[in-house]
Antibody, heavy 121, light 108 residues
C-alpha cells in the first residue's frame, strides 16, 4: 500500500523553527518528485514546496521562500521541511504529497494525513 | 501565476440528484487539471486528473470535463459519502501549483 506519514508538527513561538518529516512506503520513493501543501484552519489548499526525485530541482511558494527548506533522503524514504522564522500565518496542517504523472505535469497522489503546525505565543 | 476560481462556493443538493461543480482558470491550462475531494479531518483524495480521467478506485458517478480555462466536475447521483469539499488544481503552468478555493457540497 502506498503510504505517506507526516510527523514533527506542534506548537512553536513566532520566530521559531520546526522540522517536519514525511515517511514514505509502498513505492519507489527515489523515482518520484514530492511536495508540501498546507491548509490553514478553515481555509483552502496552498502549495508550499516541490523537490524533484533526485533533489536537483527545488521550488518554493513566494510566501515561504527564504524561510523554508525542503529536502529528502532517498536512502531513508523520507521527505523533510525545515521551517524557520515562523509566523502566525504559517499556522496550518502540512501535507506531504507525491507528484504523479510525468514529464513535469504532475498531480498529487497520494497525500499524507497531515501534521498540524501552530505558531503562537 | 494561474488563478483558479471555483463556483459556487457552496452547493446544496439532495441525495440521488446530480451535482455540477465549476472551475475556471485565469489562463489556459490545457487539460492539466485535477480534482480532489476532502472530507472533514481528512487529507485530500485525488478524484480526476487530466481533466477527465478518473483516478484508481473512483466510482463512475464522478466525471470531469473541459479544457483550456473551463472545467466541470459532475457527480451523477449523489451518495451520502460524496458530501465534502472539492478542489480543482492546475499543474500546467508551475511553479506555483495553484488550487481553487473549494466548493462545499452539502446535503439539501
Amino acid at each position: 500500500e502506498v503510504q505517506l506519514v507526516e510527523s514533527g508538527g506542534g506548537l512553536v513561538q513566532p520566530g521559531g523553527s520546526l522540522r517536519l518529516s514525511c515517511a514514505a512506503s509502498g513505492f519507489t520513493f527515489s523515482s518520484y518528485s514530492m511536495n508540501w501543501v498546507r491548509q490553514a484552519p478553515g481555509k483552502g489548499l496552498e502549495w508550499v514546496s516541490y523537490i524533484s526525485s533526485g533533489s536537483s530541482t527545488i521550488y518554493y511558494a513566494d510566501s515561504v521562500k527564504g524561510r523554508f527548506t525542503i529536502s529528502r533522503d532517498n536512502a531513508k524514504n523520507s521527505l523533510y521541511l525545515q521551517m524557520n522564522s515562523l509566523r502566525a500565518e504559517d499556522t496550518a496542517v502540512y501535507y506531504c504529497a507525491r507528484g504523479y504523472g510525468g514529464k513535469a505535469k504532475n498531480w498529487f497522489d497520494p497525500w499524507g494525513q497531515g501534521t498540524l503546525v501552530t505558531v503562537s505565543s | 501565476e494561474v488563478v483558479m476560481t471555483q463556483s459556487p462556493a457552496t452547493l446544496s443538493v439532495s441525495p440521488g440528484e446530480r451535482a455540477t461543480l465549476s472551475c475556471r482558470a485565469s489562463q489556459s491550462v490545457s487539460s492539466n487539471l485535477a480534482w480532489y475531494q476532502q472530507k472533514p479531518g481528512q487529507a485530500p483524495r485525488l478524484l480526476i486528473y487530466g481533466a477527465s480521467t478518473r483516478a484508481t478506485g473512483i466510482p463512475a458517478r464522478f466525471s470531469g470535463s473541459g479544457s483550456g480555462t473551463e472545467f466541470t466536475l459532475t457527480i451523477s447521483s449523489l451518495q451520502s459519502e460524496d458530501f465534502a469539499v472539492y478542489y480543482c488544481q492546475q499543474y500546467n503552468n508551475w511553479p506555483p501549483y495553484t488550487f481553487g478555493q473549494g466548493t462545499k457540497l452539502e446535503i439539501k
